[in-house]
């Protein structure tokens, strides 16, 4: 029988907690997922809801964007492509990277050096044609998303504080997404999981039948899934309003 290595010895006992404790509130996984921790880097905390229901149909698709007011924990490299007066408004907000025809054709070339990419009106025509290149990396910008917005300075600068896109995947209905790092203080982390539930919540489609959160989980990068107890989730917001 193959010995297990500390870690995995570690995250056995984890694991052996959470069954004894059966579904746990948000404050408890938390505790026990920083117990669980054995890396040298610092895990991004996740949050993965499955949800009842089928995105293949148009009316049922779960997509949106979320603030996380204790911020991601990462520096967010943002690109915008955009024109005129608009060039200056997103370098002064911060941009890493702007530009127009010479963007666009440098991306086209395979320059990814960056998280969020961001499209005033005007410019969309020109990405248009990088569809497959950026969609398959989720960078292709979104009125839904707020990334194709007239409004660069702002968009920009929620990004960089910390503003992320979901939406719930084909197959499964299932929403992911990292809600800030495990270093964080739990405060800072419960009020992003607050904010996700919260917004989760509100686009809950209007054709959407039965049990919308069927379940929640929380993890870190290395460490184990702990199920949540759906039913107490909504005393999160309690730290939103503190």
């Known amino acids: 029988m193959a010995k297990l290595s500390k870690r995995q010895q570690k995250l056995g006992k984890v694991n052996v907690e959470a069954k004894e404790k059966g579904l746990l509130t948000a404050e408890e996984a938390l505790t026990l997922l920083k117990g669980a921790k054995n890396t040298k880097f610092d895990e991004t905390v996740e949050i993965h809801f499955k949800l009842g229901v089928n995105p293949k149909l148009n009316d049922q698709q779960v997509r949106s964007t979320v603030n996380l007011p204790g911020g991601t924990g990462k520096e967010v490299r943002v690109a915008v492509v955009c024109k005129g007066e608009k060039t200056k408004e997103a370098q002064d907000a911060g ?25 005033t009106p005007d410019c969309m025509a020109m990405l248009s044609k ?21 409004d660069v300075a702002k968009a920009v600068n929620e990004l960089k504080a910390g503003k992320v896109s ?27 999981l607050a904010a996700v539930f919260d917004q989760v919540n509100k ?22 899934g702990l199920r949540l107890d759906v039913s107490k989730m909504q005393d999160l917001h309690k730290y939103l309003v503190a």
């Open 166 to 192: 979901f939406r719930a995947e084909k197959d499964g209905g299932v929403v992911q997404m990292g809600i800030g790092k495990i270093s964080f203080e739990d405060n800072r982390l419960l009020k992003n």
């Open 203 to 224: 686009v809950k489609p209007a054709t959407c039948k039965g049990v919308y959160i069927k379940s929640v989980y929380l993890s870190s990068t290395m460490g184990p």
């Open 130 to 150: 990088l569809g497959k290149v950026l969609g398959p990396r989720g960078l292709m910008p979104n009125p839904k998303d707020g990334t194709v917005t007239a």
């Open 95 to 119: 941009a890493d990277v702007v530009g127009a025809e010479e963007l666009v054709a440098k991306i086209s070339e395979g320059f990814m050096e960056f998280d969020k990419l961001v499209a």
